[in-house]
């Protein structure tokens, strides 16, 4: 066999053979599922968490929240991924059978605790003299927050939370460690059955790469579209 | 308007405010001088409750406004306050700008708003600017722009801590010029700050603080030639200089 024929011949072993691609294609849709509902659900924790702790200084009722926040945010970064998530999935949602939503959850709180910091790092970011202006003509600490203080958070925030988001994904990359089947436990699944490694393990690294591209992309049309107040 | 009774403002151990009195009538320009860290700007901030006093009562248009019942909200609306730093919204445009309240407080339709904010940006003849942000503009031009957006809410007085502190020299008058503008339509006003040619021209009334207490309260033509108080006179000799 030619050095070209053993590669058609692999390829057709990775990805033809018992329809093997589907097991790809479903892996590259549950990785990139859990990944985008953890997300949203990592901006929410996260933001929540930001909130909490900006206000904890001017507002005695949060102190308990407040603390209670920082000790999540202790656990959970303290801590890896993977045990969390076998914690979750063994310990603490033993009777929910959905492994998905497990991971989902896990990393969404995972990725709340990173995303706090960043977006308390954010909202600290804004020039104190812009809250002043907005409670000046009369908005209340919400509407400030909502239309003066979040855009320009956003917006000094972006490559951190797109560095975050792409961390997120790869990390996603464990969930096979419980019942499920994603990009990497895809490409694991099909190495086991060819004998082959070499065309499983590129590809699933090719498939996560163009992934991250993809986003980087996304995150550069925004951070374009946000600077336009810069240019002078 | 403003009835200010007995404020005293400490932060930590260091009272800033002792024990001031005065009171702001409809139509008064009063000018607040006085030295760095006299506490002007803290007493001016207290008006609408920036900084909240320590103790003592501000009492506006018969609402006292440091009462915990009352909104502070809704009273802000009816005071414009413009700062020494502009503090317009950078990632908005000007004419986003002056909008922003009116609209998101429900006080004027978008039409509406965006018709009176066109209005005021003919008035100080920045038209010109209203797609710009802030970024491209000098600081005269910034200024004059959160002058009018304060304005955009038809406030009943405004608030002016050290408006042309952070100015180059050449653009002061502009800014001078349209609060003097201000003060002529009969708008109620108290400002901060060390142009005293202002003073002189556009105050009825003139605060001297020094260390927390307002040591002279005063018309202007008398302030400036015959000071009563001793640190008045200080005061005045040292900036009003001959060299």
């Given at each position: 066999?030619?050095?070209?024929?053993?590669?058609?011949?692999?390829?057709?072993?990775?990805?033809?053979?018992?329809?093997?691609?589907?097991?790809?294609?479903?892996?590259?849709?549950?990785?990139?599922?859990?990944?985008?509902?953890?997300?949203?659900?990592?901006?929410?924790?996260?933001?929540?968490?930001?909130?909490?702790?900006?206000?904890?200084?001017?507002?005695?009722?949060?102190?308990?929240?407040?603390?209670?926040?920082?000790?999540?945010?202790?656990?959970?970064?303290?801590?890896?991924?993977?045990?969390?998530?076998?914690?979750?999935?063994?310990?603490?949602?033993?009777?929910?059978?959905?492994?998905?939503?497990?991971?989902?959850?896990?990393?969404?709180?995972?990725?709340?605790?990173?995303?706090?910091?960043?977006?308390?790092?954010?909202?600290?970011?804004?020039?104190?003299?812009?809250?002043?202006?907005?409670?000046?003509?009369?908005?209340?600490?919400?509407?400030?927050?909502?239309?003066?203080?979040?855009?320009?958070?956003?917006?000094?925030?972006?490559?951190?939370?797109?560095?975050?988001?792409?961390?997120?994904?790869?990390?996603?990359?464990?969930?096979?460690?419980?019942?499920?089947?994603?990009l990497t436990?895809?490409g694991?699944?099909?190495?086991?059955?060819?004998?082959?490694?070499?065309?499983p393990l590129y590809s699933v690294a090719l498939f996560y790469l163009?992934?991250?591209?993809?986003?980087?992309?996304?995150?550069?049309?925004?951070?374009?579209?946000?600077?336009?107040?810069?240019?002078? | 308007?403003?009835?200010?009774?007995?404020?005293?403002?400490?932060?930590?151990?260091?009272?800033?405010?002792?024990?001031?009195?005065?009171?702001?009538?409809?139509?008064?320009?009063?000018?607040?001088?006085?030295?760095?860290?006299?506490?002007?700007?803290?007493?001016?901030?207290?008006?609408?409750?920036?900084?909240?006093?320590?103790?003592?009562?501000?009492?506006?248009?018969?609402?006292?406004?440091?009462?915990?019942?009352?909104?502070?909200?809704?009273?802000?609306?009816?005071?414009?306050?413009?700062?020494?730093?502009?503090?317009?919204?950078?990632?908005?445009?000007?004419?986003?700008?002056?909008?922003?309240?009116?609209?998101?407080?429900?006080?004027?339709?978008?039409?509406?708003?965006?018709?009176?904010?066109?209005?005021?940006?003919?008035?100080?003849?920045?038209?010109?600017?209203?797609?710009?942000?802030?970024?491209?503009?000098?600081?005269?031009?910034?200024?004059?722009?959160?002058?009018?957006?304060?304005?955009?809410?038809?406030?009943?007085?405004?608030?002016?801590?050290?408006?042309?502190?952070?100015?180059?020299?050449?653009?002061?008058?502009?800014?001078?010029?349209?609060?003097?503008?201000?003060?002529?339509?009969?708008?109620?006003?108290?400002?901060?700050?060390?142009?005293?040619?202002?003073?002189?021209?556009?105050?009825?009334?003139?605060?001297?603080?020094?260390?927390?207490?307002?040591?002279?309260?005063?018309?202007?033509?008398?302030?400036?030639?015959?000071?009563?108080?001793?640190?008045?006179?200080?005061?005045?000799?040292?900036?009003?200089?001959?060299?």
């Amino acid at each position: 066999m030619t050095k070209l024929e053993n590669f058609i011949n692999s390829f057709n072993k990775t990805f033809i053979v018992e329809g093997r691609y589907k097991l790809f294609a479903s892996g590259i849709s549950n990785t990139i599922f859990i990944a985008f509902f953890a997300t949203l659900m990592g901006i929410a924790i996260g933001l929540f968490i930001a909130l909490v702790k900006t206000n904890a200084k001017n507002n005695r009722k949060l102190f308990v929240l407040d603390k209670i926040c920082s000790l999540y945010v202790t656990i959970i970064r303290g801590t890896p991924v993977v045990v969390q998530l076998l914690i979750m999935y063994y310990v603490i949602f033993v009777n929910i059978d959905n492994s998905i939503l497990v991971a989902i959850l896990t990393f969404g709180i995972n990725s709340g605790a990173y995303v706090s910091e960043i977006a308390r790092a954010g909202i600290e970011s804004v020039d104190k003299g812009q809250i002043e202006a907005g409670m000046s003509l009369g908005l209340d600490r919400k509407k400030t927050m909502i239309y003066i203080i979040f855009p320009q958070a956003l917006k000094n925030i972006l490559p951190a939370l797109g560095n975050e988001f792409i961390a997120l994904l790869k990390e996603t990359s464990v969930a096979g460690y419980v019942p499920i089947i994603d990009l990497t436990k895809a490409g694991d699944i099909v190495r086991s059955r060819t004998w082959e490694p070499f065309f499983p393990l590129y590809s699933v690294a090719l498939f996560y790469l163009v992934m991250v591209v993809g986003l980087t992309a996304v995150q550069k049309r925004l951070e374009r579209r946000l600077s336009e107040s810069d240019r002078n | 308007m403003i009835e200010i009774k007995n404020i005293k403002k400490s932060f930590g151990k260091n009272e800033v405010l002792k024990n001031i009195n005065t009171e702001i009538k409809k139509g008064d320009k009063v000018v607040i001088i006085g030295p760095s860290g006299s506490g002007k700007s803290t007493l001016l901030r207290c008006m609408n409750l920036l900084e909240t006093p320590t103790s003592g009562s501000i009492v506006f248009q018969g609402t006292d406004i440091t009462d915990k019942k009352s909104d502070i909200n809704k009273i802000r609306q009816r005071m414009g306050m413009v700062f020494q730093h502009f503090n317009l919204f950078p990632h908005l445009t000007v004419l986003e700008n002056i909008m922003l309240a009116p609209v998101k407080l429900n006080l004027q339709t978008k039409e509406e708003a965006e018709e009176n904010a066109l209005r005021l940006l003919e008035r100080i003849g920045l038209s010109d600017k209203k797609y710009e942000y802030p970024a491209m503009l000098s600081g005269g031009q910034k200024q004059r722009i959160a002058i009018v957006r304060s304005l955009s809410m038809k406030p009943e007085i405004m608030l002016f801590d050290e408006p042309t502190s952070a100015l180059d020299p050449e653009m002061i008058g502009e800014v001078l010029k349209l609060m003097k503008d201000l003060a002529e339509d009969g708008m109620t006003m108290v400002v901060v700050t060390h142009e005293m040619g202002f003073a002189k021209s556009v105050a009825n009334r003139i605060l001297f603080m020094d260390e927390g207490k307002i040591l002279e309260e005063n018309n202007p033509q008398d302030f400036f030639l015959n000071p009563v108080h001793e640190r008045s006179k200080e005061f005045l000799s040292k900036i009003l200089y001959n060299i």
